[in-house]
Structure formats: structure tokens, C-alpha cells
């Protein structure tokens, strides 16, 4: 668990399910990231994360408000496997997803600068990549606040994505 001043991060539970689905189907949220996801998707999504947190001790995090735990998001770095080469697939990828109603009010910045130092205080710095669709401003944004900077592009399902990536 990470405590931050606005924010409790926990790992990725079963019991977020519902929070989880309530995110993945909003369309504000998900217009860049895939579209709007069955809750049998979110369901196989959320058990990918906390089998991450099982195999590797790290992944996905749970983004909640501290004064009065409204959720917030997910959060993390994690190995995604998606056969984007050897320059992204082997080192941690960055990855969030924000509900609307915390958009625009920086709680991204807060916990993705909280997990990197999370994940580098545990494993040691080193390379992160993130892969972020261009049309999507404030993800790019925050990618480049984090240190996140564009190095290839790529398609993935249907999509030119911009790929980033983090240095020591």
C-alpha cells in the first residue's frame, strides 16, 4: 500500500470489481484505451492484475481518494506481453486509467509519481515504457511530467500508438 496526500493505493482485489467495470465502461474514460469493455473483460483484466501482484510483487494499484475512499483509478507498472518487440515487451510498462470524475484534478500525476518511486525503491531504477494513443492530450501529458519520452510508434490492435519510454 502506498499513502500519498490525497491518495491510498492499495494492489489490485477482487472486491474493486465493481468500481473496476463502472470505470471500463465509461466512455470518457475508455475512448482512448479500447472502448467500453464487457464485465466479463474487466473481470479477466482484474484477475490478470492480482496474478501480477502473486507472480511478480508488483502491478497494478487501486487508486483511492484517502478522505472518504472514493475510487479514483488504476495505477501501475506491470509486463503486458503485448508482442510490441524487444525495445518495449521486457521491462515494466506504465499504465493508468483515471475515472471521469477524478480527471483534470491531478491525481494522476500523484500516483504515478508515488508508484515509480514504489517500484525503484524495491527493484532498482531502470528502463519503464509506456505506449499512449497521441490523440489522447492529457495522457500524453502526464507521461511526459512522469519522464516518459517518445521513442517509436507502433500499431497496436487497429491503433498508431506512440510508444515512451523512462531512463534511470
Known amino acids: 500500500m502506498i499513502v500519498t496526500e490525497r491518495l491510498i493505493l492499495a494492489p489490485s482485489a477482487i472486491s474493486d470489481f465493481d468500481d473496476c467495470n463502472a470505470m471500463r465502461t465509461d466512455p470518457k474514460v475508455m475512448h482512448y484505451i479500447g472502448g467500453s469493455s464487457p464485465p466479463e473483460d474487466t473481470w479477466i483484466k482484474l ?35 503485448r508482442g510490441m518487440g524487444d525495445r518495449f515487451d521486457p521491462f515494466p510498462e506504465g499504465a493508468w486509467a483515471l475515472a471521469s470524475a477524478a480527471h483534470g484534478k491531478g491525481y494522476g500525476t500523484e500516483a504515478l509519481t508515488a508508484v515509480h518511486e514504489w517500484f525503484f525503491e524495491r527493484r532498482g531504477k531502470g528502463r519503464t515504457v509506456c505506449l499512449i494513443d497521441p490523440q489522447n492530450a492529457p495522457s500524453v501529458r502526464l507521461g511526459e511530467r512522469l519522464g516518459y519520452r517518445p521513442f517509436d510508434e507502433a500499431d ?7 510508444l515512451f519510454e523512462r531512463m534511470p
Do not use: I, M, P, Q
Not at 53 to 62: E, I, K, Q, R, V
Open 47 to 81: 484477475l490478470r492484475n492480482v496474478g501480477h501482484w502473486t507472480s511478480f510483487g508488483y502491478g497494478l494499484f487501486t487508486l483511492r481518494e484517502k478522505d472518504g475512499g472514493r475510487f479514483v483509478g488504476e495505477a501501475g507498472l506491470a509486463h503486458f506481453h
Open 156 to 162: 497496436y490492435r487497429g491503433k498508431t500508438l506512440t
